[in-house]
């Protein structure tokens, strides 16, 4: 891929493969997204205690940041899909950008919890915002590899995000002087993405041979008004996948939040030794997200059905989740860490896909709200399992609520497969 230019009857210039730079557009604040959000449990290893903030408060804060995403899930959902993704990435990326450098400023439990709680609201317009994106850009035999690109960011942000705070950053400056230069990050991506993005039909550096590729693998919709959410909710399908959000996703937050107290609580490691051991497991996470998107686009590609492509590489997955159970149970850091990683592997082999599914059953007007719904079901289980997880954690320890972790894949599998029927465009035979 590389940035070579053409011209255009019209004489403007053209990027060859643009939609793979407008992806990676995605997955680089993806990754800076992730920074910000592992960068919280990082750190509140080093001010928790500072600032007398214990585990079931910590918890609180956690689920004050997750009610504000899951509260914005809905709200940017419907943004991306009335103005666009080019303003809705930066509505959301000056929210949460600015919340992640006023935590440099906390002082306590309140403070601590009012920038969570903006961070939240800014940090999930990302995944509308970005299943919009992939949707209008991409062919439906390339979409599922375009979510496991902008996912594998979530991954490398967690890859990135440890070895950078915990060994480099925090070292140097301290943690309050971290948290201000690791928010600043997306506002220099957010200069990049104005200069270049703009929208398929509307985009002066799109050639005609990438627009008829992007057009022609792309199911013509049914015209009509876009459908608002009471309709969404009437079928099953939008069901399908609210559901299956709301009981896997959870996973993806115990780690995202949870593993650096997990390290040091039940392997006692301090900051540095937690970065060197946490970004692990997101190397794993984004070959999942890679291998996921790969393996449903090649089987499409083969001549199989969007339908089986899709359920196969889901439902493997799915499988690989439970294995959190064994974590569980190991007193051996490395095999707890292997287990791990094939959680978030499959975790992220399976998000790749089902992120796909609001643009493979509904046109593009409602992908973005759909996507918004997924995502607030998500944040809504989320929530209640992450305070749930302060509980536990304080009472019975970790074991407990990793095993529960364990089985929530296999019910949202079923769920998703019962509900969902087979994957087709509604309103096609």
């Not at 780690?255 to 039940?266: G, R």
Request: net charge positive; charged share 10%; proline share 4%.
């Amino acid at each position: 891929m590389s940035f070579a230019t053409s011209t255009r009857p019209s004489g403007r210039a053209t990027i060859r493969g643009l939609r793979w730079w407008i992806v990676g557009m995605v997955f680089v604040i993806t990754c800076i997204n992730y920074i910000d959000r592992t960068s919280i449990g990082l750190l509140f290893t080093r001010f928790g205690p500072e600032i007398n903030i214990s585990a079931e408060r910590y918890s609180w804060v956690g689920a004050i940041l997750l009610f504000a995403y899951t509260l914005s899930q809905a709200l940017s959902g419907r943004l991306y899909d009335r103005y666009g993704a080019r303003i809705g990435f930066t509505v959301s990326v000056i929210v949460w950008c600015l919340s992640a450098m006023a935590h440099s400023l906390i002082a306590g439990f309140a403070s601590f919890a009012a920038c969570s709680f903006f961070l939240g609201l800014g940090e999930a317009g990302n995944w509308p915002g970005a299943a919009k994106v992939v949707g209008e850009w991409f062919p439906e035999s390339e979409r599922a590899l375009g979510m496991a690109i902008f996912n594998g960011g979530a991954s490398m942000g967690g890859v990135i995000g440890p070895l950078l705070v915990a060994t480099v950053i925090e070292p140097r400056v301290g943690w309050r002087w971290t948290f201000a230069i690791i928010g600043s990050l997306g506002f220099l991506w957010l200069a990049a993405w104005l200069f270049l993005y703009r929208p398929v039909n509307k985009h002066p550096s799109l050639s005609a041979e990438e627009m008829d590729l992007i057009l022609n693998g792309q199911r013509k919709a049914i015209l009509g008004p876009p459908l608002n959410v009471r309709e969404l909710l009437s079928y099953k399908q939008t069901w399908a996948i609210l559901l299956a959000r709301f009981f896997v996703d959870p996973i993806w937050w115990l780690y995202m939040l949870w593993l650096p107290s997990y390290l040091k609580a039940v392997h006692h490691f301090n900051l540095k030794e937690i970065g060197a051991f946490q970004w692990a497991p997101y190397v794993l996470a984004a070959c999942g997200s890679l291998f996921g998107g790969y393996l449903s686009g090649r089987l499409i590609r083969a001549g199989k059905s969007i339908n089986f492509s899709r359920k196969l590489t889901i439902a493997i997955a799915a499988c690989m989740m439970p294995f959190g159970i064994f974590a569980a149970h190991s007193h051996n850091i490395y095999a707890a860490m292997i287990f791990i990683g094939i959680v978030l592997f499959g975790f992220q082999m399976w998000i790749s896909n089902v992120q796909t599914l609001p643009s493979d059953y509904f046109p593009k007007e409602s992908i973005g709200t759909v996507a918004g719904m997924g995502g607030m079901a998500a944040g809504i289980s989320s929530l209640f399992f992450n305070l749930g997880t302060g509980w536990v954690v304080t009472h019975f320890g970790y074991s407990s609520v990793l095993t529960l972790a364990g089985v929530l894949a296999p019910i949202g599998l079923l769920c998703l497969f019962l509900l969902g029927g087979r994957i087709h465009r509604l309103g096609d035979a």
